[in-house]
């Protein structure tokens, strides 16, 4: 591995381009690397990305160069994402049964005779949090424009000297009820049914009642199946069936930093995209450790759970752009001795340090274990000018709020750093296929991406 890192960064570099620091490559000698071995871009390595989700139906995280699905499978390890189908139902002779939102559901090509139908919904506090906020924005604005045609409308009738029916709400009445504003947010209708051997889930993402025109969806593990939750929320999802219909799993990003990540591992724009990842031939196993009802916020039992799944799953690096508070900063938190079983057993492990610099000793959890690989952020020439308009940009610099050893047990704490700013990926439903962030949660997939172009060339 020194060996090949010492080649990588020894190879000459190209010519700078005006636009190269937005996602760099360049800084850590990627750029050149894949230039001079194009079929050594990761293809056969597998990522597992411990983060908030990825976005199952962003277009540059769909393929790897070689044709290969991207992101092969996908693991809740909290209860985010978590639906109950208890409720079962057949549908009459017509095809249609009453969902749980009261909406009459004509099922079309979904109706079979006999077939039992287990039923859940999904309401507005199922979503993400800023996807929510956004939707309520929205229809408050709608409802505002209908406010503004009532108030209009009785201005008119009183200038005509016309009355209220006594049938009519009084005066006082109907301008309260105007003047307040209760909306419990869109609710959408889920369905799953066994077919053969096989689980399906049927979504109605428009809340219009004909399932017949949406997708019925198979595991996504063996499928790639996902679909998209709507014009108004534009959330894109995919599913597994658990407990033989009793449960069905619900996979989305529920923030936007774990799409953001897995860009920056190995994204696939095309042959020259700009957005590429630095390793885009590998393989992405999403698992979600930040739960959505908790602000994103995680916890030990999660990232256990977590890594314990990418080494079930083959994995050969994991990225975990997540950290909190060491109160020891010795290793032993909860999961820690998991991260060690899982170095032995052939993962390596690839942590953030932090964002509470510029102090020392400011490593957080899990960076602080020995077993981790913790990368500190820094901000490279290129990406200063690109991202950040600078001027006159030095040498690499740590960015100031990347934390810093040494640890109290005397580990130095980081042990490597990386560029910790990119433009990457982020999901549909935040109306933007990218942006640039900064932190040490963008320097691990730095590594993670340089750390799977090694392996694939060992």
Same mark, same amino acid.
């Given at each position: 591995?020194?060996?090949?890192?010492?080649?990588?960064?020894?190879?000459?570099?190209?010519?700078?381009?005006?636009? %190269?620091? %937005?996602?760099?490559?360049?800084?850590?000698?990627?750029?050149?690397?894949?230039?001079?071995?194009?079929?050594?871009?990761?293809?056969?390595?597998?990522?597992?990305?411990?983060?908030?989700?990825?976005?199952?139906?962003?277009?540059?995280?769909?393929?790897?160069?070689?044709?290969? @699905?991207?992101?092969?499978? =996908?693991?809740?390890?909290?209860?985010?994402?978590?639906?109950?189908?208890?409720?079962?139902?057949?549908?009459?002779?017509?095809? @249609?049964?009453?969902?749980?939102?009261?909406?009459?559901?004509?099922?079309?090509?979904?109706?079979?005779?006999?077939?039992?139908?287990?039923?859940? @919904?999904?309401?507005?506090?199922?979503?993400?949090?800023?996807?929510?906020?956004?939707?309520?924005?929205?229809?408050?604005?709608?409802?505002?424009?209908?406010?503004?045609?009532?108030?209009?409308?009785?201005?008119?009738?009183?200038?005509?000297?016309?009355?209220?029916?006594?049938?009519?709400?009084?005066?006082?009445?109907?301008?309260?009820?105007?003047?307040?504003?209760?909306?419990?947010?869109?609710?959408?209708?889920?369905?799953?049914?066994?077919?053969?051997?096989?689980?399906?889930?049927?979504?109605?993402?428009?809340?219009?009642?004909?399932?017949?025109?949406?997708?019925?969806?198979?595991?996504?593990?063996?499928?790639?199946?996902?679909?998209?939750?709507?014009?108004?929320?534009?959330?894109?999802?995919?599913?597994?069936?658990?407990?033989?219909?009793?449960?069905?799993?619900?996979?989305?990003?529920?923030?936007?930093?774990?799409?953001?990540?897995?860009?920056?591992?190995?994204?696939?724009?095309?042959?020259?995209? @700009?957005?590429?990842?630095?390793?885009?031939?590998?393989?992405?196993?999403?698992?979600?450790?930040?739960?959505?009802?908790?602000?994103?916020?995680?916890?030990?039992?999660?990232?256990?759970?977590?890594?314990?799944?990418?080494?079930?799953?083959?994995?050969?690096?994991?990225?975990?752009?997540?950290?909190?508070?060491?109160?020891?900063?010795?290793?032993?938190?909860?999961?820690?001795?998991?991260?060690?079983?899982?170095?032995?057993?052939?993962?390596?492990?690839?942590?953030?340090?932090?964002?509470?610099?510029?102090?020392?000793?400011?490593?957080?959890?899990?960076?602080?274990?020995?077993?981790?690989?913790?990368?500190?952020?820094?901000? =490279?020439?290129?990406?200063?000018?690109?991202?950040?308009?600078?001027?006159?940009?030095?040498?690499?610099?740590?960015?100031?709020?990347?934390?810093?050893?040494?640890?109290?047990?005397?580990?130095?704490?980081?042990?490597?750093?990386?560029?910790?700013?990119?433009?990457?990926?982020?999901?549909?439903?935040?109306?933007?296929?990218?942006?640039?962030?900064?932190?040490?949660?963008?320097?691990?997939?730095?590594?993670?991406?340089?750390?799977?172009?090694?392996?694939?060339?060992?």
């Amino acid at each position: 591995m020194l060996a090949l890192t010492a080649l990588l960064l020894a190879l000459p570099q190209p010519a700078q381009e005006s636009l %190269q620091g %937005q996602l760099p490559k360049q800084d850590l000698g990627v750029t050149a690397f894949l230039e001079a071995h194009p079929d050594w871009d990761g293809r056969g390595i597998r990522v597992a990305v411990l983060d908030t989700g990825i976005d199952p139906g962003h277009p540059f995280l769909q393929t790897t160069p070689d044709g290969r @699905r991207k992101i092969i499978d =996908w693991y809740d390890a909290t209860t985010d994402g978590r639906l109950a189908t208890l409720a079962e139902a057949e549908a009459d002779s017509d095809g @249609r049964l009453i969902g749980l939102s009261g909406r009459l559901l004509d099922l079309g090509q979904h109706a079979a005779s006999g077939r039992v139908y287990h039923m859940a @919904r999904i309401d507005a506090h199922f979503l993400p949090g800023d996807l929510r906020h956004r939707i309520e924005g929205k229809r408050q604005e709608k409802w505002q424009e209908h406010s503004r045609d009532y108030d209009e409308a009785f201005q008119r009738l009183e200038a005509e000297g016309g009355e209220l029916d006594e049938d009519s709400l009084s005066e006082t009445e109907a301008q309260r009820r105007w003047s307040s504003f209760d909306d419990d947010g869109p609710v959408y209708d889920l369905l799953t049914w066994k077919q053969g051997d096989d689980w399906f889930v049927v979504v109605d993402n428009d809340q219009d009642g004909d399932l017949g025109e949406e997708p019925a969806l198979g595991q996504f593990r063996s499928t790639g199946d996902w679909a998209t939750l709507g014009d108004e929320a534009l959330l894109n999802y995919c599913v597994s069936v658990e407990d033989d219909g009793a449960r069905v799993q619900f996979f989305f990003d529920t923030h936007g930093h774990g799409t953001h990540v897995a860009g920056i591992i190995g994204a696939y724009q095309g042959p020259e995209g @700009r957005m590429n990842g630095i390793a885009p031939g590998v393989e992405f196993v999403s698992i979600k450790v930040g739960d959505g009802k908790f602000g994103g916020s995680t916890y030990g039992a999660s990232i256990s759970k977590a890594i314990d799944y990418a080494v079930e799953m083959g994995c050969q690096v994991a990225n975990i752009s997540f950290g909190g508070p060491s109160f020891y900063a010795d290793g032993l938190e909860p999961g820690g001795w998991v991260i060690e079983e899982a170095t032995k057993r052939g993962l390596m492990v690839v942590t953030s340090a932090g964002n509470e610099g510029p102090a020392l000793s400011t490593v957080g959890a899990p960076g602080t274990n020995e077993w981790a690989i913790s990368v500190a952020a820094a901000v =490279w020439p290129d990406t200063a000018k690109v991202n950040y308009s600078a001027l006159n940009p030095a040498a690499p610099l740590l960015f100031d709020f990347s934390s810093r050893g040494p640890l109290p047990t005397g580990s130095i704490g980081i042990d490597f750093a990386a560029p910790g700013a990119a433009l990457s990926t982020l999901p549909s439903w935040g109306l933007s296929k990218g942006e640039n962030w900064n932190g040490t949660s963008m320097s691990a997939p730095q590594l993670s991406g340089f750390i799977a172009l090694m392996r694939c060339a060992a």
